[in-house]
């Protein structure tokens, strides 16, 4: 089994920026995709970013492109989701996620977080 525990959500303003934590333990040599993906109350789940195994190939929803960044440091099997020039419509709970095939869409994953609350306000 694999456990993932995010960190770092919180409240910030409109144009600013916040980051995320997603730590796994467990069977971390299972993991080959780890991200995120988010949801807001009252909407279905949003495919946010995803990193390969090696930490070089990343993928991005169109949403948050160009303005999210996903890292993976692989010895603390840890992934980061820098999110910079937040607007009011990337409020929702993020949940990291991971697969242990090449699925990239995370949206059902093989195993995920609790979730962490993101809320951007004007």
């Known amino acids: 089994q694999v456990q993932l525990v995010e960190s770092g959500g919180g409240l910030a303003q409109v144009g600013g920026s916040l980051r995320l934590s997603c730590a796994a333990s467990g069977r971390t040599s299972s993991i080959y995709i780890m991200g995120w993906f988010r949801q807001a109350s009252g909407t279905e789940a949003e495919f946010v970013a995803a990193?390969?195994?090696?930490?070089?190939?990343?993928y991005y929803g169109d949403s948050v492109k160009g303005r999210f960044t996903i890292s993976r440091d692989i010895a603390k099997n840890t992934v980061y989701l820098q999110m910079n020039s937040l607007k009011p419509e990337d409020t929702a709970v993020y949940f990291c996620?991971?697969?242990?095939?090449?699925?990239?869409?995370?949206?059902?994953?093989?195993?995920r977080g609790q979730g962490t609350q993101v809320t951007v306000s004007s």
């Open positions: 996620a991971a697969n242990s095939n090449s699925r990239v869409d995370l949206r059902n994953p093989d195993y």
């Open positions: 990193i390969g195994r090696n930490g070089v190939n990343t």
